[in-house]
């Protein structure tokens, strides 16, 4: 009987302490209350191409180097102003000083005439420019459980509450 009532009450501490576990499994909060949700993000930088056509002008390709026409024709012009001038052998001065002249001021003119003549052309140019962008790397989380605040890090954005397993927090990602 002894060994019976001994039998007995090992099995009750054992049914006692299998209870009490039970119970404490069972009396632990499921879910932490969600406080807080705040986005962390961060800034990306990409690089990109950008391209715009822009009007360019340049000097147009000269045709008489040397300004001939512009000489010629001023010394033909000048010649025949410098023959006007004058009788005798100052007529000849004069044609020829005139010549010289008119040829010296037509090359002059052809060579601005030439420096003024541009053409426009189309051009596209392109340089790299940085583009920022912000990212979404997760949820800072501040949660509150078991009368105590704390914050933890998700990959999701949570509901109301979070999920306890183990007295702990789960931060893992629920599965639809």
Do not use: W
Not at 14 to 25: C, I, R
Not at 64 to 72: A, F, I, P, Y
Not at 158 to 172: I, W
Request: overall charge positive; charged content about 20%.
């Amino acid at each position: 009987m002894i060994k019976g009532i001994a039998v007995g009450g090992i099995a009750m501490v054992m049914l006692g302490a299998g209870a009490v576990t039970g119970y404490q499994k069972l009396s632990q909060p499921k879910a932490a209350e969600v406080m807080a949700v705040k986005e962390v993000t961060e800034t990306v930088t990409t690089p990109r191409q950008q391209c715009e056509t822009v009007q360019v002008q340049r000097q147009a390709p000269v045709k008489d180097e040397n300004r001939l026409l512009g000489s010629v024709g001023g010394a033909v012009l000048g010649g025949v102003l410098g023959h006007q001038i004058g009788g005798g052998t100052g007529k000849k001065v004069a044609t020829v000083a005139g010549a010289a002249a008119g040829g010296y001021a037509g090359n002059q003119v052809q060579k601005n005439m030439q420096q003024g003549d541009v053409i426009s052309t189309a051009e596209q140019r392109c340089k790299t420019v940085q583009e920022k962008s912000k990212k979404l790397v997760g949820y800072d989380v501040s949660y509150r459980l078991n009368g105590k605040d704390g914050v933890a890090r998700t990959s999701f954005r949570p509901g109301a509450t979070l999920p306890v397993k183990d007295g702990q927090v789960d931060t893992t990602a629920p599965t639809s």
